[in-house]
C-alpha cells in the first residue's frame, strides 16, 4: 500500500510565536485545537483571531464568550474577534486589509488558517484574504487545516496527550452542541488521519498542508499533483493512476459488510485503501472488521446519529488515492469489478470524473434489467451511489456530499456540483454488482421524507428556474401518478430513487402528513439553498423525473 501521509511528528522544531486565523467561533478549536494545545503548553505565544461575528450559527455575543471560555481551555495567549458578517467574507472588501494588519502587528512565525477546500464559502474566503495578505509580507510558515473536510497532510501532529483539552474546549460551544456533536466529529476527523499509524498508543492526529507563506495561492495546484503523483513525477491532472479506496459507510450490518469486504479482498486488482465509517454498530460490525479484516481502515463514530452523507465524507476524506470506490455496506462486487470499471474510466477524458456501474437488485424487473436506458453507455445527472468509481480530486473540489441531506439524494445533488465544475459521469454497464437492498424506494416514512424533501432541496439549488418552476407538475403527473409497469420496462433510469415513490405514497400510512412535514423542512432550509444555487446549465443535466 502506498504511504501518502508523511511520519507523524510531534511540536518540537516548530516556530514559537503562533498566530491563528478562524472563520467562526470554534473552527479553530476544531481545525488545530490539538496543535494549539501543544503549542500552549510548550509556552509558545498563541495569539487567535476570529474573523465573523458568528451570527449565522446563534447568538453571537454567547458564541464570543464560548470561543473565549475555549481558549482558555487550550491555554493560548490572546483571542481577539473582528466581528465581520458571518456568511459574507468573500464580499467583505476590508478582509485583506484587517489579515494584513494583524501580520505586520505581531510578525508571527507560524500562521494557522483554512484550506481553500473547505465546504464553507467563508472557510474558503479567508483563505484567499489569507493568501493574498501573506504575500505582501514577510516570509513564514503556514500550516492550513480542515474544519469540513480534510486536507491533504504533508505535516501530520501527534495530538493524542492534547486530545482531552481539546475536547474541552469544544464542549465549551454549548450553544453549538444542540446541532452538532463537536467534540465527536472532532475525534473522528483526527482518527481519519490514523490510516498507517502502527503504534497503537497514537489515537489523535491532526494534519495540516504547510507550505511556505508565499506559496498559499499555489496550495489547489500543489494538492492536486500531489494526489495524482503515483510514481513522483508530474502526471496531467485527471490522469488515472493505479491506486483505487474503496469507502463504505455502515450501520448494523455485520453479516452484509462481511460479504463486502471478502468480495473487496478477491478483486483482481486490488483495492490500496479500504476504509469503513461504523456509525456505532451495536450488532459487533467494528469487532468483526478488526478481527478478520485487519487491513481495513476503520473509523468508528462516537455515536450512530451521524446521517450518510456525514459518514460517507468523513470516509472520502480519508481516502489518499487517485480514485474512490463509493459502495453501500450491503453491496456485493464481483472479482472484475474494480478492474473493469477502472480500465473504462481510463478510456474516457480526463473531464468524465464517475463510472456508474450497472446494479442488480431483489425484485429487479427483468423489464427494467435488460431496457436500453439501463444498458446502454450514455452521460447521467446522477450516480447510483452503492456502486460507482470516481476520481478523487473531483470528490474534493466538488465538496463531496451536502451534509445536510442527512441520506437519500445525495449523489443527484453531487452531480449538479460536479456537473458545474465542467465534469460528467458515465453510466457503464460494463460491469455488474449486485445490491441487496430491493429495487425501488424502501417503504416506510423515514425513506418517503428525506426522498421527497432532499428532491427540492437539491432542485432549488440546482435547477434552471424555468425547470424549478415547472416542476411541482412534472412531479405529480410524472412521478407521484406513474405506473409501476412502465417502471418496471424502464421509463425511469436516471432517478432511480423515485422508482416506486407513488407506490410510497399510497401506502405509507400517514404519507401527506410526511409529505407536509418534508415540505415544511424545505421552507426552513429555503435560505440555505438560495445561499448556495447555483443553476446547472451542463447539457446532462435532467429534472429528477426519468
Same mark, same amino acid.
Given at each position: 500500500?502506498?504511504?501518502? $501521509?508523511?511520519?507523524?511528528?510531534? !511540536? ?49 455575543v454567547v458564541r464570543a464568550v464560548e470561543a ?5 481551555? &487550550? ?13 459574507? +467574507?468573500?464580499?467583505?472588501?476590508? =478582509? ?23 465546504? *464553507?464559502?467563508? *472557510? ?32 501530520? &501532529? ?52 504547510? =507550505?511556505? #507563506? ?33 469507502? !463504505? ?19 483482481? *486488482? ?18 468483526m472488521i478488526s478481527a478478520e479484516f485487519p487491513?481495513? *481502515? +476503520? ?60 446494479? !442488480? ?17 450514455? $452521460? ?14 473531483? &470528490? ?39 445490491h441487496k437492498t430491493p429495487f425501488g424506494v ?6 418517503? $421524507? ?6 427540492? +432541496? ?21 412521478? =407521484? ?19 416506486? !415513490? #407513488? ?44
Amino acid at each position: 500500500m502506498t504511504n501518502r $501521509y508523511p511520519p507523524l511528528t510531534t !511540536i518540537a522544531g516548530l516556530p514559537s510565536r503562533v498566530l491563528v486565523f478562524a472563520p467562526h467561533p470554534d473552527d479553530e478549536v476544531l481545525g488545530c485545537g490539538g496543535a494549539l494545545a501543544l503549542h500552549a503548553r510548550r509556552g509558545d505565544h498563541v495569539r487567535v483571531v476570529v474573523v465573523s461575528d458568528g451570527g449565522a450559527g446563534g447568538d453571537p455575543v454567547v458564541r464570543a464568550v464560548e470561543a473565549q471560555a475555549a481558549a482558555e481551555v &487550550l491555554g493560548v495567549s490572546e483571542w481577539t474577534q473582528l466581528g465581520l458578517e458571518d456568511g459574507a +467574507l468573500e464580499r467583505d472588501p476590508t =478582509l485583506v486589509d484587517l489579515l494584513q494588519r494583524e501580520l505586520a502587528e505581531h510578525k508571527p512565525d507560524l500562521v494557522y488558517g483554512p484550506s481553500p477546500f473547505e465546504l *464553507h464559502s467563508d *472557510h474558503r474566503a479567508l483563505c484567499a484574504a489569507l493568501a493574498a495578505a501573506l504575500q505582501a509580507g514577510d516570509p513564514c510558515r503556514v500550516h492550513l487545516y480542515g474544519v469540513n473536510r480534510q486536507v491533504p497532510a504533508n505535516f501530520l &501532529l501527534d495530538t493524542t496527550s492534547a486530545a482531552e483539552q481539546k475536547d474541552r474546549a469544544l464542549a465549551a460551544f454549548e450553544s453549538q452542541q444542540a446541532q452538532i456533536d463537536l467534540a465527536g466529529k472532532a475525534e473522528a476527523f483526527d482518527r481519519a488521519y490514523t490510516v498507517n499509524v502502527e503504534d497503537p498508543a497514537v489515537e489523535r492526529v491532526e494534519g495540516f498542508m504547510a =507550505l511556505d #507563506g508565499h506559496a498559499v495561492q499555489d496550495y489547489r495546484a500543489q494538492v492536486v499533483r500531489s494526489l495524482l503523483d503515483d510514481d513522483g513525477e508530474d502526471d496531467e491532472a485527471g490522469a488515472v493512476g493505479s491506486g483505487a479506496s474503496a469507502v !463504505i459507510s455502515t450501520w448494523n450490518k455485520m453479516e452484509d459488510v462481511r460479504a463486502n469486504l471478502e468480495g473487496l479482498r478477491a478483486q483482481t *486488482h486490488p483495492f490500496e485503501q479500504i476504509i469503513v465509517v461504523d456509525n456505532a454498530s451495536h450488532d459487533g460490525t467494528a469487532a468483526m472488521i478488526s478481527a478478520e479484516f485487519p487491513e481495513v *481502515h +476503520l473509523i468508528v463514530m462516537p455515536h450512530s446519529e451521524y446521517g450518510a452523507c456525514e459518514t460517507f465524507n468523513i470516509g472520502f476524506a480519508a481516502v489518499q488515492t487517485e480514485l474512490t470506490a463509493i459502495l453501500d455496506d450491503d453491496v456485493v462486487l464481483p472479482p472484475n469489478w474494480l478492474e473493469g470499471a477502472r480500465a473504462r474510466l481510463k478510456q474516457e477524458p480526463e473531464t468524465t470524473a464517475v463510472v456508474s456501474t450497472k446494479i !442488480i437488485e431483489p425484485g429487479m424487473p427483468e423489464a427494467y434489467r435488460n431496457s436500453p436506458a439501463v444498458n446502454e453507455e450514455r $452521460y447521467m445527472s446522477t450516480f447510483r451511489g452503492c456502486a460507482s468509481l470516481a476520481r478523487s480530486h473531483v &470528490l474534493r473540489e466538488a465538496g463531496y456530499y451536502d451534509e445536510r441531506l442527512f441520506i437519500y439524494g445525495n449523489e443527484r445533488d453531487l452531480t449538479c456540483r460536479i456537473l458545474n465544475l465542467g465534469y460528467r459521469v458515465l453510466q457503464f454497464p460494463g460491469v455488474e454488482a449486485f445490491h441487496k437492498t430491493p429495487f425501488g424506494v424502501q417503504m416506510g416514512k423515514r425513506s418517503l $421524507y428525506y426522498h421527497a424533501r432532499n428532491a427540492w +432541496l437539491g432542485m432549488i439549488k440546482y435547477a434552471p428556474l424555468s425547470d424549478l418552476l415547472r416542476m411541482p407538475f412534472l412531479v405529480f403527473t410524472r412521478v =407521484l401518478l406513474r405506473s409501476g409497469k412502465s417502471e418496471a420496462e424502464g421509463a425511469v433510469h436516471d432517478a432511480t430513487g423515485t422508482i416506486g !415513490i #407513488g407506490r410510497a405514497v399510497r401506502e405509507t400510512p400517514g404519507a401527506w402528513w410526511v409529505l407536509v412535514r418534508a415540505s415544511c423542512s424545505v421552507l426552513w432550509n429555503l435560505p440555505y439553498c438560495l445561499r448556495r444555487r447555483q443553476p446547472v446549465r451542463a447539457p446532462d443535466f435532467e429534472l429528477p423525473l426519468h
